[in-house]
Structures are given as C-alpha cells and as structure tokens.
C-alpha cells in the first residue's frame, strides 16, 4: 500500500486528545510512544538541540511518525520551565533514564505528580527503580548478558561460550509492558480522576517471553531426578530433542534456508511423506521416531532428511506448499525482506508514504488493525524542532492547571473487566496472562483434554504452568451445541474475548465476532492468529521458529550464516546456529506476539471507555514480530545500515561487547562517546588508554576497533568478572558478569528474587513456588500474582455462575460436554 502522506490529515484515532510527552532517548521509549501515536495521541517529543540519538536508527522514520518535535536545553532554567508548563496540561509521560537522573531533571515521579495530579508518567528502566540493580546502565546487552540470555544463545555462534544477542527482545518487552502500564492507568483515570507513576523495565519485559523454561527449571531444582532438560542439539553438534525433526531446518538447493513447522503429528507425517520416509515409521530399527533414544540414529535421521530436503529448489519447494495445506515452511528472511512476505502485504500491514526527505519509506503499518485495516495511515516522522516554536507559544498561552476528579483508590486497575479466552499455546493466550496479573478476570475454554501446552514438558503441569497464571479453567466440547452455548453465556458476561484460531475456524466454530458481538455488543473483540484471518496464510500453523524465521528475528541474530556450503558438516553448524536464533525457549516469536495483544486488547479497552469503541481488533505474530524489528526494517532510498555484529558474535564493537575474564565472561556497554572518559580512568589501573594515539578521538577508536578489542581482551582476561562488574560499576562503566546459565534459572536464585524480580504463587501441583512478578507495577493501583490452574478447575464453578444447577451440569459431564 502506498500512502502520500503528512503529518497532520489523518483522522483521529481512539487516543485522539490525549498528549504525552516523549522524553525518550532509548528504544523501548520510542516504540512504546510509537504505538500511541498509531493510536492517535499527540506525542511531543522532546530533542535536546542537537537532535535525539534515535534519529540515528535505521527504523527511524516509522520510530518517529505521527510525532511532533520541539528541541529543550533541559538543563537550561528556560527550557526547563517550557518542559514544566507541558507537564501541568499534559496526560502522559514516557521517560528512559535510570531514576538518579530523572531526578537532577526535575521529572521523577514525585515532581511531576505534584505538578499534574491526573498525568500518568511511566518510567523504562533497565533494571527497575529499587533494588540492587538499578544504577546500572539500562543497555540491552548488559540484562540479556547478566541474565543468562547470551548464555541460552550460546549455539548461535560456533565458538566456545556466550553469544551477542542482536534482536532487540528486551526493549519490546519493557516498551509493550510500559504501554500496558499507561493504558490500564489511564482507564482507572476514568474512574479516579488521578494519575499515577507506572514503571516497566528491560529485565522483567524480557523475562515475559519464556514459554515453559522457567517451570522446566523449577521442576529440576526442586525434583533433580524427575527428569532431564535437553537442548535441541548439545554441545558438540548432536541432535537431543526431538523437535528438531518436525520444526527441521534446511537449506535448498538454490541458497536457501527454510523452517519448517510441522509439530502436529499430522503434520509431521505429511513432511516426511513428502520426503518419501513413511517406511520409517514401520521399521523396528526406527521405533519411536520422532523421539529416538539412541543418538546415532538421532544423527541418521537427521541427515537423511537435511539430504532430502535439501535436494530441491526454493521454487520446487513452495508448489508444495502451494498445493499440500498439510505443509508449510518459511523462508529465514532479512528484516527488511520481512516486509515483503505475502500475508503482510494482503493484510495491508506494510505502507509506503513519501517523505519529501527520505523518498519513499516502506514500514509497518500500525501493530493493531481494526475491522481489517490499519488504525490510520503512518505520518511522517518530524524534521528537528519542527513544532518548537508553536508548542512554546501555546504553554506560554495556557494557564489551566488539572486537578484530581474523584476519589484515588488503590485498586487493581484492571479490576471488573473479563476476558474470554478462546486460543490454545502461548502467542495470543499469555496476553491475556499479563491482563490477569493487572487485576483482569480471565476465564480460560479448554478441550476436554486440556490445552495442548500443558503436555510439552515430562512433567505434569510444567508446560502451561506460566501461561495458566491467574486463570480460571473451564473444560468442554465446543463442538457441541450444548458447548457452545455455553460459551456463547460466557461471551454474554464479558468485556473482551480474545481467539487465536486459524482463518475461518472461529467461523465454523459459531464464535466469531459477528456471533458474539451480535450477543453482547460491548464486546472488544481480539483476533490473535499466527498470520491472518484470511489471506494466502491465513490457515497455515504458525509457530515460534517458523515466525522468527519469516519475521528477520532468526537471521537478526546470525546475520552471517549463508546457505551454499561446501559439505554437510558446514549445513549442519549453520543449521544448529538458525535453530538457535529462531527457536530459544526464552527470546522467541510466541512471546513477542504476546505483549502486542495484550496491548492491543488494553487499547480496545479504553477506547470503549473514552466512548469511541472500536470494531474487530487483529493482532498476528508475523506482524508484531516486525514491530519488535522496526528499528532496522523500515526501507527508503540511502538508509544507513544497521548495526551488525561481528562473525564471531562478541558483540558491535569493542566497546560494546563480550570478553573473556579470568573465569568466565563479561559484557562492556560504553559505546557513547561521554563514557570514554569514564572508561579510560577505571581502567587506567591496568592499561593505559589515554596514552595511545589510536584511541585519541572517536574517529581514531573506530578505525582502530581491532586494536582496542585486543588491549580490553589482554587485561580483561586476567581477573575475575565479579570483580571486573564491581570495580568498573562503582565507576558507572556498563560492565556485567555473564551468566552462564539459562535466564530462567538465574531469575529464580535469591539475588534476583529478592532484587524483586519474582513473587511467591501457589500452585496445585507445584504448591508454593517462585514466578515472574507483574512486569508492570503501579504507584498507586496494585497488581497480583497467582499461580496458575488445572484443566477445568473451575468448570462448575463457572457453569453455576452462568445458571446451570446441579443436576444439569452432572449430566453435562456424564455426556461428555464438560469435564
């Protein structure tokens, strides 16, 4: 879609009359302040003179649109009062620095409260503002490294140790929990009439996206012997897990990488029939497969079908698919190759404006779609200080001063909404997950079986413990009419209902959103599919690592890897490298997916509050996947590349990177030319940097990366990384020891619980136990966090809250509709 386009002629979207103010400076910011301008807010961004850092970004163009630019000294007592007279009319501010500075600043939560008593400011921090963590640097690199997300990437590189993680999974995480924070506080302001202070931070916003990890870990610290969590491939390049047969990665013929997506065992079957194996499946020698005790017959069938699959063109490949609705596969594309992927371009989510700068600029359209179209077409971004002049003038001109409306409470904010979930997995159900923890009620459909997740893990519960949370379970057969109408009572009583089915399958279900809407017409209504709910992909199976290949979030993080190999040891590394970046239990495609609906269900939300209720909202993966990725998938004629690590994934360069240390790994973030300084004098103990004229300037330090990786390395690698993370912290220099273990298992040690990263929550299988806390928290409304249920725990419950009597619901159950 090409759209000719300027700042100011689109129409108003549902946050129309809302302003915020943008004191960004980082990327979570600027997606989160991205997102409410799609939504039609005024965003005022604030620049000092010299222009915003984030100009520099590649994705600029869609980080900024819809935004107006005013530039202020703030550290000038003018341009100070300018911000303050913002403030005091304003209903939003969004801030990224750590809490020390936002304070010299004058705009800590404290101050700008008394300034505006209905402003909700939301603060991103790295680490949060308590505990011990929270005057470190807020880099990226420095939670995914102190984390242990390096560590679970290991595999992405073929050296020993940790790997650079490139995909900013982190900032969408802190920018999608920050906007959830400013919705819900600005639907309790409904109420209230009082603002309140939300934070988000990098380390919880990424800690959202582990599908079951965190359980798995929790099953091996508390029962070691109940069984043994593997990796899809170990250590020395052998197949562990059995997945990696139906999500199989291969090149073809052509130069290629495709991953495929056939976990279903239907689907499994048709893969490897297509690949004439079915014989296997008969033959003693392969009983069992897919999951195979004995590992060289793990490796035998490993080859056998990388050797077929990759027998065959791209072309000759996707007939198939063409033509076989049982098989299905992406190709591994570059960020802004994603944009071109036919189902984005059906849905009408990739747009083409023309800046009378730049040319014409392809980006995403807006991340939540409403009755099959974008909320509005993108605006350009602003020139420098291009609103200056006019937004001084008009605080100038402004003398009102809001007050409170209403009594503050301290409530859930989310307190009397429902939602009907109507999904299976962890893409689209965990939004809904996060809602729970924001004080939403969700009521959970489950087959009679139970969701599908619950069983991924040898352990009972383990699967779905974590999308569970906060739930309540009710098991039937919708394909009954008398299952159906049950839900179709329950969809009578709620405020949202959110689905994840495939095109057309909410329709044949009777739970579409003409149905339910028709039943209750304050619905807010969300589709969370894969890809579409119609479209050349819109029934195709959409999973994490055939979505992170689509997306650019594998190829994001081994941007090196190439497919025309010169023997099957050199597939087989590149193979076991994509893997890992597409299909890390951590960092992946479900969780990302995730955060945007729970986003866009918030938005549906308050925009029924604000009496301009929305129609049908859509969320899909592939394109939220390429909202975590705007910041270097936006295309225009002379874009500057973006940042690209090195082939052995250390890092960007050498001041932003992993090094050896005495016993084991750090990870140094001063990448910015004020923090040399800082740099060279703690170092100053051990090497000598301002002495040599190879790192004089900035200029000089970027010809001569090399050299100074190798001088940090020398002295680096000779004492320990606790002490090298004290001595360069005490000295404000980014330094983190690397955590070689998964993140899920540090999350849960008593130095990260008790810095309040995790909560206590009760389970029925795992009865007291450790879980992620709320990854959004509120000055003044609260949250919670339970533990999560058991398939159709709360079935009668529900059913006689709905009008069943006894009698009724035991012969429901006795008929096999409930369980």
């Not at 400011?121 to 790295?126: D, L, P, R, V």
């Not at 508390?222 to 020395?236: G, L």
């Not at 810095?755 to 919670?784: C, E, M, N």
Request: aromatic fraction near 6%; glycine fraction near 8%.
């Amino acid at each position: 879609m090409t759209v000719d386009s300027t700042r100011h002629d689109t129409p108003a979207g549902p946050l129309d009359h809302l302003t915020v103010i943008d004191l960004s400076t980082t990327l979570p910011g600027a997606q989160a302040t991205m997102f409410l301008a799609d939504a039609g807010a005024e965003v005022i961004f604030v620049e000092p003179p010299s222009g915003s850092r984030l100009r520099a970004l590649p994705g600029w163009p869609a980080l900024g649109r819809g935004k107006k630019s005013i530039t202020l000294d703030l550290h000038d007592d003018a341009d100070a009062a300018t911000l303050r007279g913002l403030l005091r009319t304003a209903d939003v501010l969004v801030t990224t620095m750590r809490p020390a500075a936002a304070t010299r600043l004058g705009v800590d939560p404290a101050t700008v409260g008394a300034l505006n008593p209905r402003l909700v400011s939301a603060a991103i921090t790295g680490w949060g503002s308590t505990g011990p963590f929270k005057d470190l640097k807020g880099y990226e690199a420095l939670v995914t490294a102190k984390l242990g997300i390096m560590y679970g990437k290991r595999q992405t590189t073929t050296r020993p140790g940790p790997s650079f993680v490139p995909s900013p999974f982190a900032s969408w995480g802190a920018a999608q929990t920050a906007i959830h924070g400013i919705l819900a506080a600005l639907l309790e302001r409904e109420d209230s009439g009082a603002g309140q202070h939300v934070e988000a931070d990098l380390v919880r916003g990424i800690a959202t996206m582990d599908t079951w990890q965190w359980f798995s870990e929790l099953v091996v610290n508390r029962w070691p012997d109940a069984f043994v969590p593997v990796s899809a491939f170990d250590d020395e390049g052998n197949p562990n897990g059995h997945l990696i047969y139906p999500l199989l990665v291969t090149p073809t013929k052509d130069g290629h990488f495709i991953q495929f997506a056939q976990t279903e065992p239907r689907l499994f079957l048709a893969l490897m029939k297509e690949l004439d194996l079915t014989w296997m499946f008969t033959d003693p020698k392969w009983a069992g497969l897919p999951q195979l005790e004995d590992v060289a017959l793990r490796i035998e069938l490993w080859e056998i079908m990388l050797e077929r699959a990759s027998a065959r063109t791209l072309a000759e490949w996707q007939q198939v698919f063409d033509t076989n609705p049982d098989l299905s596969a992406e190709v591994f594309r570059t960020p802004a190759e994603a944009l071109h992927h036919p189902q984005l371009a059906h849905d009408g989510r990739v747009v083409t404006i023309t800046d009378p700068d730049l040319g014409e600029v392809t980006q995403p359209s807006t991340l939540v779609h409403v009755n099959g179209a974008a909320l509005a077409p993108p605006r350009l971004a602003p020139r420098l200080g291009a609103d200056t002049d006019e937004t001084v003038r008009r605080v100038a001109e402004s003398s009102s001063v809001p007050t409170p409306s209403g009594a503050a409470r301290a409530d859930l904010p989310l307190a009397g909404i429902t939602i009907l979930e109507l999904g299976s997995m962890f893409a689209g159900p965990y939004a809904a997950t996060l809602l729970a923890d924001l004080g939403a009620r969700v009521l959970k459909v489950e087959p009679l079986g139970g969701d599908t997740i619950r069983g991924l893990v040898p352990f009972p519960e383990a699967g779905g413990a974590k999308v569970m949370q906060g739930k309540e379970s009710i098991a039937l057969d919708m394909h009954s009419p008398e299952g159906l109408a049950i839900v179709h009572r329950l969809a009578q009583q709620a405020d949202v209902v959110l689905q994840t089915y495939r095109a057309g399958a909410a329709e044949r279900a009777g739970v579409d959103a003409a149905t339910l809407t028709a039943l209750n017409p304050r619905l807010v209504y969300l589709c969370a599919p894969g890809y579409g709910i119609d479209g050349p992909y819109g029934g195709k199976p959409a999973y994490a690592p055939s979505i992170g290949a689509a997306t650019g979030l594998g190829l994001t993080d081994v941007p090196d890897v190439v497919a025309r190999a010169d023997n099957l040891d050199e597939v087989k590394a590149a193979v076991i490298r994509l893997y890992a970046a597409a299909a890390n239990l951590s960092v992946q495609a479900d969780g990302v997916a995730a955060l945007g609906a729970a986003s866009a269900m918030l938005l549906g939300l308050l925009a029924r509050r604000l009496g301009r209720p929305l129609g049908t909202l859509t969320t899909t993966m592939i394109a939220t996947g390429t909202h975590a990725l705007v910041d270097r998938n936006v295309d225009y004629p002379g874009r500057g590349e973006a940042l690209r690590p090195d082939p052995d994934m250390y890092g960007y360069s050498a001041l932003y990177r992993l090094y050896r240390a005495a016993d084991g790994w750090i990870f140094l973030a001063a990448p910015l030319e004020h923090e040399w300084a800082d740099l060279v004098a703690a170092m100053e103990p051990h090497l000598r940097l301002a002495e040599d004229p190879r790192f004089a300037t900035a200029i000089a330090r970027i010809d001569n990366d090399d050299a100074l990786a190798e001088a940090l390395a020398r002295v680096f690698a000779t004492r320990a990384k606790a002490l090298w993370e004290k001595e360069l912290g005490a000295a404000d220099v980014g330094c983190v020891a690397v955590a070689e273990q998964v993140a899920e298992k540090t999350l849960q040690e008593d130095e990260f619980f008790e810095a309040g990263y995790g909560v206590l929550a009760v389970h029925p299988t795992f009865d007291v136990h450790r879980r992620l806390s709320p990854a959004t928290t509120f000055s003044r409304s609260r949250t919670k966090a339970d533990g999560g249920c058991l398939t159709g725990e709360h079935t009668d419950a529900l059913l006689t809250e709905i009008g069943y009597d006894t009698a009724k619901i035991a012969d429901l159950r006795a008929r096999g509709i409930v369980a």
